[in-house]
């Protein structure tokens, strides 16, 4: 019988999706063969790739004007990716700092060009968002980069930044398809897939056309936007099975009701734990209220010394991974897209036995 797993990354996937894989595992539709065993040549495995991305497309609102990428080495190698298609030769980018993953993408930047760190909350130990009205931006910047959500210490923009004419550039990794977004705000999109897409390791990006082409010379042909976008992300031999579990995914989405019928579960799950945090003496979140993450969830109970017992307890009833992670510390509890509801019940069930015989 499966656990509730609230780990960060690679995280809990749908089980309706694994036991598809399942199924499907040894002969796919009588193939004969495993997905994982197709040419990325063969038709089948390119009506796999193509129904997956029309699957996403409808999902998410996604027009023409923009392509979509199945590309390899996670979010992070975005990280370096993403200036040296965007960046030009002297361009300078803007960054908004609010955690541990901005400063990851900003420190890589720095390697390829000018960075402006806009506005950063790193004073309030990442726990608000600055207001829009400060940032200190660029005019003439050559995009500007937000992280929608901070996995790791749980904090999520409550809006999407208003960036004029500079297109703005957004790691979604651990929030992307957990509710409703207007893609057209936004000149390029990122995600690594294990959070709310499939499996670690594949990274879709989702990137405005116009933005293709501008890479600089020196750019890796295999990080060339355009040259993944031509070769509908097939220039080498794609991460072919995570592309068709995404594919098995995003058609589980679908099922749901899509990002809006998510967007309302999810709301609820988090209002749940936060409501149930907010009204014990013994649990506590440091973020700002109007920007707590609906995705990552940190609390800290009153006293650091249980938290050994507090885990050990927890996995003993099945409730998995629910240790902070290691630069925070406490307990985060990871609430995507494939947590059920009653995953989200029986944790709060625990911590309030917890607290009476321990609080
Ligand atoms: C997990 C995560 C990353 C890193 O993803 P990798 O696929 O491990 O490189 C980057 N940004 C955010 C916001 C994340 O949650």
């Not at 997905?35 to 998410?60: P, Q």
Request: charged share 20%.
């Amino acid at each position: 019988s499966r656990a509730y797993n609230f780990c960060a990354g690679p995280a809990t996937l749908p089980e309706a999706v694994l036991k598809q894989a399942e199924t499907e595992l040894l002969d796919w539709r009588g193939t004969g063969m495993s997905v994982m065993e197709m040419s990325h040549r063969s038709d089948e495995f390119v009506a796999i790739a193509e129904t997956a991305e029309k699957d996403l497309r409808e999902l998410a609102g996604i027009s023409d004007d923009y392509a979509v990428l199945f590309m390899q080495g996670g979010a992070s190698s975005q990280f370096a990716t993403i200036p040296l298609n965007l960046l030009g030769e002297n361009g300078t980018a803007d960054y908004v700092s609010t955690g541990i993953w901005s400063k990851k993408a900003i420190a890589e930047a720095k390697r390829f060009g000018n960075v402006n760190v806009a506005a950063s909350s790193e004073d309030s130990g990442f726990t608000t968002i600055p207001d829009q009205s400060s940032w200190a931006t660029t005019p003439d910047a050559a995009y500007l980069h937000y992280t929608p959500n901070e996995t790791i210490g749980g904090l999520e923009y409550n809006f999407v930044p208003e960036s004029g004419s500079v297109p703005l550039v957004a790691d979604m990794s651990s929030t992307i398809l957990s509710r409703p977004l207007d893609v057209s705000k936004l000149g390029l999109i990122y995600a690594g897939a294990q959070k709310n897409i499939g499996p670690s390791g594949l990274v879709v990006v989702i990137v405005r056309k116009d933005l293709l082409g501008k890479a600089r010379k020196e750019t890796p042909t295999m990080m060339n936007y355009q040259v993944i976008a031509d070769n509908g992300s097939m220039y080498n031999t794609p991460a072919t099975y995570s592309w068709y579990l995404a594919g098995l995914v995003f058609k589980w989405l679908k099922e749901q009701g899509g990002v809006q019928a998510m967007g309302e579960i999810n709301a609820r799950k988090a209002s749940k734990l936060y409501g149930f945090i907010d009204n014990s003496d013994f649990y506590a979140n440091p973020i700002d209220p109007r920007f707590r993450s609906w995705m990552n969830i940190p609390f800290t109970l009153g006293d650091d010394a249980l938290n050994g017992e507090f885990l050990k307890g927890a996995n003993a009833r099945g409730l998995l991974n629910l240790a902070g992670h290691r630069s925070v510390g406490g307990m985060r509890a990871s609430l995507y897209n494939a947590m059920p509801e009653a995953g989200v019940d029986a944790l709060i069930g625990y911590m309030a036995e917890f607290e009476k015989e321990r609080g």
